[in-house]
Each structure stands twice: as C-alpha cells, then as structure tokens.
C-alpha cells in the first residue's frame, strides 16, 4: 500500500534552517503533483509550496524567497528546505500527493516545525 512518510521537523531558533521530506513507499507518485501544507494551532490548514510532476514550483508569499520545494524522483522523495525560519511558521507540516486517477489526495502523517527562541 502506498503511503507518504514525513520526517526532518524540530526546534530551531528564529533564523534557523530545517529540511522536511517527504518519502513515498512505492514510485508512483512521480507521475503526480505534490506539495505541503501546514496548520498552525487555533488556525485553518495552509498550502505553502507545490511542485507539479515536471518540476514547476509555486510558494504562498510569506514563504518565497526563504522556502525550497524540491523532489527526487528516483529516490521516491521531495524535499522542502526552509530557511530564516521565523516563529509565524511554527506549525504541523503534511505533504500530499494528488492522484487524479482516483481522484484522491494522499497526506503524510504530518511533522512538528517550532521555531522559538
């Protein structure tokens, strides 16, 4: 069964860099477009950055210029490189995956980003 795996979330300081990724269980998802969101606490769920099967990338505005979407394709992996965090991104983060044959959204188990001094 497929299945999405988040790992690379923790505690930084203002300032400081993480990268998330996000590992598929089988290769199908290279065919697909995938992404990230993140939810807050006390707030609605957000899409930070997308990166369409080919490549193509788009950031919500408060992340671009600091945030990095990426993937690997032969390691089954993308990649979301996060730096000059600041403490407005703390939030859980999930990667997805659309599948459009069924019509579906696959989500990670979600990963822990704080950012705190």
């Known amino acids: 069964q497929e299945q999405l795996v988040e790992s690379g979330g923790g505690l930084v300081q203002p300032g400081g860099s993480l990268r998330l990724s996000c590992a598929a269980s089988?290769?199908?998802?290279?065919?697909?477009?995938m992404g990230w969101y993140r939810q807050a606490p006390g707030k609605e769920r957000e899409l930070v950055a997308t990166?369409?099967?080919?490549?193509?990338?788009s950031y919500i505005d408060s992340v671009k210029g600091r945030f990095t979407i990426s993937r690997d394709n032969a390691k089954n992996t993308m990649y979301l490189q996060m730096n000059s965090l600041k403490p407005e991104d703390t939030a859980i983060y999930y990667c997805?995956?659309?599948?459009?044959?069924?019509?579906?959204?696959?989500w990670g188990q979600g990963t822990q980003v704080t950012v705190s001094s």
């Open positions: 990166i369409n099967k080919g490549g193509r990338s």
């Open positions: 089988g290769s199908i998802f290279r065919f697909y477009d």
């Open positions: 997805y995956v659309d599948l459009p044959l069924q019509q579906s959204r696959m």
